[in-house]
Nanobody, 126 residues
Framework: QLQLVESGGDLVQPGGSLRLSCAASGFTLDSYGIGWFRQAPGKKRQGVSYISTSVDEYTYYSDSVKGRFTISRDNAKNTVYLQMSSVKPEDTGVYYC??????????????????WGQGTQVTVSS
């Protein structure tokens, strides 16, 4: 069974750091581009970051997290990470990872992805 499982969400103070993990089972994560999305209460789900396959690895970030978040993959562990630093209250939300097979997908569009995890809650508050 193909599955993505996010973990690492927590309550963190503004300015703090957190690392989210997206682990795959039933398929090889490196065969897919991986996106991280977040959904704040009452708002639409938005793309946060993306990493392509390691064939020609490249990354994208939304303007709101650029310079603060880093996406990476560990193929040996079949896992993609999102390192969050200098977090702000507006980073609060449920974070989802998603896998997309197309090399030309529009990374910030959730309909472009084939598989989704169940989400992990991140709350930034003092």
């Amino acid at each position: 069974q193909l599955q993505l499982v996010e973990s690492g969400g927590d309550l963190v103070q503004p300015g703090g750091s957190l690392r989210l993990s997206c682990a795959a089972s039933g398929f090889t994560l490196d065969s897919y581009g991986i996106g991280w999305f977040r959904q704040a209460p009452g708002k639409k789900r938005q793309g946060v970051s993306y990493i392509s396959t390691s064939v020609d690895e490249y990354t994208y970030y939304s303007d709101s997290v650029k310079g603060r978040f880093t996406i990476s993959r560990d193929n040996a562990k079949n896992t993609v990470y999102l390192q969050m630093s200098s977090v702000k209250p507006e980073d609060t939300g449920v974070y989802y990872c998603a896998a997309g097979a197309s090399p030309s997908l529009d990374w910030g569009v959730d309909a472009e992805y084939d598989y989704w995890g169940q989400g992990t809650q991140v709350t930034v508050s003092s």
